[in-house]
T-cell receptor, first 112, second 114 residues
Framework: GAGVSQSPRYKVAKRGQDVALRCDPI?????LFWYQQALGQGPEFLTY????????KSGLPSDRFFAERPEGSVSTLKIQRTQQEDSAVYLC??????????FGPGTRLTVL | QQQVKQSPQSLIVQKGGISIINCAYE??????FPWYQQFPGKGPALLIA?????SEKKEGRFTISFNKSAKQFSLHIMDSQPGDSATYFC?????????????FGEGTQLTVNP
């Protein structure tokens, strides 16, 4: 069956550019999460959606980061005016219930 | 503040040996403790998980041991195989908090030599 998909898989941006990262969760999964994984580190929570409602955005590192899930399925993470410290792998996960989360392959963002 | 601390950072084991990875947590409200396996270029995949009402859970070659009083839990991989070579993350979450958002450890890079 189809798992969580993310696109693009790799993104190179010049400092100051805006980027948009897409997540297609598993069909029917109510919960959707975004995590940021720096090189050699564990994933860190960014934000959480239950259907279309963004219930927690406390992990977003700055107001340059914005996430949406307008129809309760596909989600987009947008980063404005990218900085070098934004370089990381951005992981999306979806969940059918409270605990088990299924992760996508991630988008590796490199900011030059 | 690192709420989940993981050790060792890296581990080398011979084929057939036992791999042991340890984690310690600070927040006693955590009530779900999963272990994830991640291969290069892939997202983390759930291996096994435990809740604090049990002290041990076994699934195939993978066992979680949980010590609530010490606030520690560990992953044991029996009969380790070269295909087990990957990065392992422990994590913790709280039910009903942000959909059970996960707090991850720093990761352990496991290498199983043939």
């Amino acid at each position: 069956g189809a798992g969580v998909s993310q696109s693009p898989r790799y993104k190179v941006a010049k400092r100051g550019q805006d980027v948009a990262l897409r997540c297609d969760p598993i069909s029917g999964h109510v919960s959707l999460f975004w995590y940021q994984q720096a090189l050699g580190q564990g994933p860190e929570f960014l934000t959480y959606f239950q259907n279309e409602a963004q219930l927690d955005k406390s992990g977003l590192p700055s107001d340059r980061f914005f996430a949406e899930r307008p129809e309760g399925s596909v989600s987009t993470l947008k980063i404005q005016r990218t900085q070098q410290e934004d370089s990381a792998v951005y992981l999306c996960a979806s969940s059918p219930h409270r605990y088990e989360q299924f992760f996508g392959p991630g988008t590796r963002l490199t900011v030059l | 503040q690192q709420q989940v601390k993981q050790s060792p950072q890296s581990l080398i084991v011979q084929k057939g040996g036992i791999s042991i990875i340890n984690c310690a947590y600070e927040n006693t409200a955590f009530d779900y403790f999963p272990w994830y396996q991640q291969f290069p270029g892939k997202g983390p995949a759930l291996l096994i998980a435990i809740r604090p009402d049990v002290s041990e859970k076994k699934e195939g070659r993978f066992t979680i041991s949980f010590n609530k009083s010490a606030k520690q839990f560990s992953l044991h991989i029996m009969d380790s195989q070269p295909g087990d070579s990957a990065t392992y993350f422990c994590a913790a979450s709280i039910e009903e908090t942000s959909g059970s958002r996960l707090t991850f450890g720093e990761g352990t890079q496991l290498t199983v030599n043939p």
